[in-house]
């Protein structure tokens, strides 16, 4: 079966090409070739189905498919030559069947007749001299003819000009199809995409079943997957604590020690030192407003649970709802409510971290009260404020959220952003990245020693060992793979290349089709034939 007759022809059919298309009646009219082309791709969209099914579906039929037409052309030539050699044309016909392999799946059998739907124009033309020699009583001229066609296709230009006319309109409502399918995809992909890029550009790595692809799954499969987000984990926070220490003004070469992080503050005191002679301050309503806020209770919570209060935050507020204050006095509370904070956020009473929390953003209350009256009375010195601002923040959110061996917890972190507070630059991009991607990101302290087989890895060997003496051999194959396969996946290298976001395509089909019609879709009807073969 050649190009020309994929998958029907005049003369010798496979037994399915005679099966009516779906929704087409015996007693319907001939169809046009649109209407052709459209119900053919609907049934072939039928038969694939939809979801991953659809993708096995149709890539079964595509192999169906250049099976069938590649055995068709061999079955045409062995047929043809087996005729001549003993003029016996039902021989040569028998040969010819017995080479042609026909789709056995439905969406073969159906993405066969969208093929040869496509190219019927042409197909006509080609089979119309097998077709008359054969009517004339010369079957074995006939089956020569064929198996000539196959191997030498004949243009004839005015034909194949008006074959062309007839399927550029077909094909760029395919394309238009497509492309319209491959920009929904991309959408639904974007949130996954925008969330991996954020991770990459800190330098995180990621697990291949995150968006590592096919290849990078049976890799993940074959390291363990729980040993592989363990081995990441302690990858991850190495970029963490780099990250971090850079976010607070510390160099590559300084680990984040009580001293260094005491000398990075150091730095940002001295222009809290020149706000303190601002005198005293009168509190305003945006100030009482924020010290309100605190709570994180709603108006509606309040009404239905008045007595459900947390008992410590509430009388913490009231401690600074004051009228005014001394702008030294200020800076030094913000200082002490810090240094507060930071002891209860690492305490494991959850009492305690949202005191923690709430004694942060009474600080932050009492800075933006600041700013503003620095703001009326000494403007040039405002910018100056909030850069320090914002470095003593990072520096002591931070410090809130290291553990005794200098490594930071992303977790806490992540617990800090949820709680509203304004985490910014790469430590934001940190928590969020926890909150997308946890198990790759957990705290480093907590995952024990590093060993390179898992327990499960022991287990797993110890029983294949005592079951089967011999394979021993094998067993320590498996077992040496694994942590290979680990290393593999955590590499940089591997990291750059293989983990990144998805890039929606349209399909080859709608690709092709695009190339057929041209860049100008033109006028089109408003409703588009069915995406098939892989639009799904």
């Known amino acids: 079966m050649g190009w020309q007759d994929a998958p029907v022809v005049s003369g010798n059919k496979p037994k399915w090409a005679d099966e009516p298309v779906v ?3 015996q007693s319907e009219s001939k169809p046009s070739y649109s209407e052709n082309v459209s119900k053919t791709g609907e049934a072939f969209n039928k038969a694939a189905g939809s979801g991953f099914a659809a993708v096995g579906r149709t890539g079964v039929a595509a192999l169906e498919d250049v099976a069938a037409m590649g055995s068709g052309v061999a079955g045409d030539i062995a047929g043809a030559v087996t005729s001549v050699a003993t003029q016996d044309p039902k021989r040569g016909e028998a040969v010819r069947n017995a080479m042609t392999y026909e789709p056995r799946t439905e969406a073969g059998k159906a993405g066969a007749q969208y093929l040869g739907a496509l190219v019927q124009p042409v197909s006509d033309i080609a089979g119309a001299i097998p077709k008359k020699l054969e009517e004339s009583g010369h079957p074995i001229a006939g089956q020569v003819a064929k198996a000539a066609i196959d191997v030498a296709p004949i243009k004839g230009a005015g034909k194949v000009a008006d074959v062309a006319r007839e399927i550029k309109p077909t094909a760029a409502r395919i394309a238009k199809a497509g492309e319209e399918s491959a920009a929904i995809r991309a959408a639904e992909e974007a949130p996954k995409a925008e969330k991996i890029e954020r991770a990459r550009s800190i330098g995180i790595k990621l697990p291949p079943s995150e968006a590592g692809g096919s290849v990078g799954k049976v890799l993940e499969g074959a390291g363990g997957k729980i040993q592989t987000e363990m081995n990441l984990s302690r990858e991850n926070a190495k970029v963490i604590n780099r990250t971090a220490a850079k976010e607070i003004g510390l160099s590559d070469r300084q680990p984040m020690t009580e001293a260094n992080i005491e000398r990075a503050k150091q730095v940002h005191f001295k222009v809290y030192d020149q706000v303190k002679k601002a005198g005293r301050i009168t509190t305003d309503d945006e100030f009482r407003q924020e010290l309100e806020g605190v709570k994180e209770r709603t108006k509606q919570a309040e009404t ?6 947390n008992e410590l935050i509430d009388k913490e507020i009231k401690k600074f709802s004051v009228a005014s204050a001394d702008s030294g006095s200020m800076l030094e509370k913000i200082k002490s409510l810090r240094a507060k904070a930071s002891r209860n956020m690492q305490a494991p009473d959850a009492e305690k971290f949202e005191l923690g929390i709430a004694q942060k953003k009474i600080a932050t209350a009492m800075e933006n009260q600041i700013e503003r009256h620095t703001a009326e009375t000494n403007p040039g010195l405002v910018k100056a404020f909030r850069e ?16 005794p061996n200098g490594n930071l917890s992303a977790a806490v972190l992540a617990r800090q952003l949820k709680r509203g507070v304004p985490l910014s630059g790469n430590l934001k991009t940190i928590a969020q990245t926890y909150q997308e991607f946890p198990k790759v990101m957990r705290y480093v302290d907590s995952l024990g020693g590093h060993a390179p087989f898992s327990a499960l890895d022991y287990l797993v060997g110890g029983v294949e060992a005592v079951a089967n003496p011999g394979s021993a051999a094998r067993v320590v194959g498996a077992l040496t793979a694994r942590p290979i396969a680990r290393s593999i996946i955590k590499s940089e290298a591997y990291q750059k290349r293989a983990i990144k ?3 929606v395509k349209p399909s080859v089909a709608a690709r092709i089709a695009r190339k057929v019609a041209g860049n100008k879709i033109g006028d089109l009807p408003e409703k588009s034939p069915p995406a098939t073969l892989g639009d799904q």
């Open 23 to 25: 929704g087409q009646s």
């Open 304 to 309: 239905d649970f008045p007595e459900d209060t």
């Open 388 to 403: 320090s601002r914002v470095a003593l923040a990072k520096i002591y959110n931070v410090e809130d959220a290291l553990g």
């Open 501 to 503: 976001p998805q890039q």
